[in-house]
């Protein structure tokens, strides 16, 4: 494509660059819209600018936020930042019920079977005159209780 | 109506309770080392304590008591055994009566609690009774609560090894 000098890079002055024209921010767009009816390479040139332009509004649509919607806009980022996360307090509800309830099982384990000791004694007697009865732990874990008869004493 | 049945008859009874019992006779006969009937393999640790040097197995059962009611096991001519289960716990502990009832020295007399206890077992531990004069020795008996109360298999089992 032959180079103009209304073109982007071949303009003299940029005032009346093409594009410029394009984007409607020329100060003076009649010299140059007369131009581009008249020049083929100006006129190529503007179709692709079109198509391009075109193009990119397909693609996808461009949300502004105005100045005027900018406090109602952060407002909401700060009530979402905010808002107490209720599925956070659920989850953490359940693991200390999960937690209270492992200790209260291992309790109730502990206190319904306990640590398998030794048996007691919780009374002993005899009705043999003279003698008596005691009772005792041994080393092995065995408990023994025992009459102490009397020297005279057989059955 | 089933809820008036069911109340109506009441909680259904516990289990019986079954203890091992190995009554023994213990002497001094001057035997060194100390001498074990070989039967009493497994009592052996809870004898190795006393003060004798001989021990023989008079007789070995498996009791098997329901719970506040006496059941007898007769040892010898002179010595019975009554054990009655008085509670258990849900840990398996169980709280047990236990007496050696002799004959009345005297006709017409009660018979004499040679030896009454109450003790708390744990399954698997075993308890000793003893100090009563039997043949120039002494009775001993040893006792333990079985783990497993409903194995039929056990139950009512009584041997004599040792004749008076």
Redesign the interface.
Same mark, same amino acid.
């Given at each position: 494509m032959a180079k103009c000098r209304y073109t982007k890079g071949g303009g003299r002055d940029p005032a009346v660059d093409i594009e410029r024209w394009f984007d409607g921010e020329s100060a003076d767009p009649e010299p140059i819209k007369r131009h581009v009816a008249e020049c083929a390479s100006c006129s190529a040139h503007l179709a692709q600018l079109e198509t391009v332009r075109k193009g990119v509004s397909a693609l996808s649509r461009h949300e502004e936020i105005r100045d005027a919607q900018l406090p109602a806009f952060m407002t909401g980022i700060r009530e979402g930042v905010e808002r107490p996360v209720r599925w956070r307090g659920v989850w953490a509800f359940v693991s200390i019920a999960a937690a209270a309830l492992i200790v209260a099982a291992s309790v109730l384990f502990i206190i319904t079977n306990g640590p398998r000791t030794v048996n007691a004694v919780e009374s002993c007697s005899t009705e043999l005159e003279g003698a008596t009865v005691s009772s005792y732990a041994s080393g092995n874990g065995v408990t023994t209780v025992w009459v102490n008869l009397a020297p005279d004493d057989i059955p | 109506m089933l809820v008036v049945v069911t109340a109506a008859k009441g909680p259904p009874p516990p289990p019986p309770i079954v203890l091992s019992m190995v009554a023994v006779h213990a002497t001094k006969e001057g035997s060194s080392p100390k001498s074990y009937d070989p039967a009493l393999k497994e009592v052996r640790?809870?004898l =190795?304590?006393l003060k004798f040097d001989t021990y023989r197995l008079i007789c070995t059962q498996t009791v098997s008591a329901r719970h506040n009611e006496e059941s007898k096991v007769a040892i010898s001519p002179?010595y019975t055994l009554y054990v009655k289960p008085l509670s258990k716990? #849900? *840990? *398996?502990?169980v709280?047990v009566s236990v007496r050696i009832e002799?004959p009345p020295k005297k006709e017409g007399e009660k018979p !004499?609690?040679? &030896?009454?206890?109450? &003790? !708390?077992? !744990? #399954? *698997?531990?075993?308890?000793?009774?003893? *100090? &009563? =004069?039997l043949d120039k020795g002494e009775l001993v008996i040893v006792m333990a609560l079985k783990d497993d109360p409903h194995n039929p298999s056990v139950h009512g089992s009584l041997r004599f090894r040792f004749s008076f």
């Open positions: - | 640790a809870a =190795e304590d002179d716990d #849900p *840990g *398996g502990k709280r002799m !004499v609690n040679a &030896l009454s206890t109450t &003790l !708390v077992i !744990v #399954p *698997g531990k075993q308890f000793v009774l003893g *100090g &009563l =004069e």
